[in-house]
């Protein structure tokens, strides 16, 4: 992707449950230099046959044009075995992390697969809490060309409480699952309701 290839430090941070009051501190030193942060909470990311820096099994990609950007490492795996299945391979694929505070957002990531002259289109996988999910597909709504899928974890998660990682909070209605998918349909996304579909959504979306 053109942010690795240009030269930017790309710094991920792997570990979960970094207090947010250094995150923040931390972001904003980073904000003075020529860097960006991949999570952290973060599988790490992966360009297959290129390089990898985390966590990920890498076996399980394989070269292609479907870029992801994901919150959750272990929903990025199944919907690269989905696609998999499929004969689709992934271009490059990021997790941002889940906790409340991170380095890199889904909107960044998505306007770096817009200009990548590698991807033909983008999987998003988000989960309850906070308002990325909508914001990014505002943005792709206005500035993307690409088939852009998505799908939001935690659709039967109750209010008011921490679903796994750190930053899966739900703090209003607008923050549910539900919610976030209904409006990134209605933003002209492909939504994908349950993740058994994803690959095949994926499929649908550059099909179209």
Known sequence: MEAIDAGIKTIVVIADGIPVQDMVRVERYRLGTNSII???????IITPGVGKVGIMPSHIYSPGRIGIVSRSGTLNYEAVAQMSDLGLGQSSSIGIGGDPVN????????????????TDAVLMIGEIGGPQEVDAARWAKKNMRKPLIGYVAGLSAPPGRRMGHAGAIISSESDTATAKIDMMEALGMFVVRNPADIGATVLRAIKS
């Open 38 to 44: 991949i999570g952290p909470n973060t599988p790490g």
């Open 103 to 118: 380095g890199t957002d889904f909107a960044t990531v998505l306007k770096a697969f817009e200009d990548d002259p590698d």
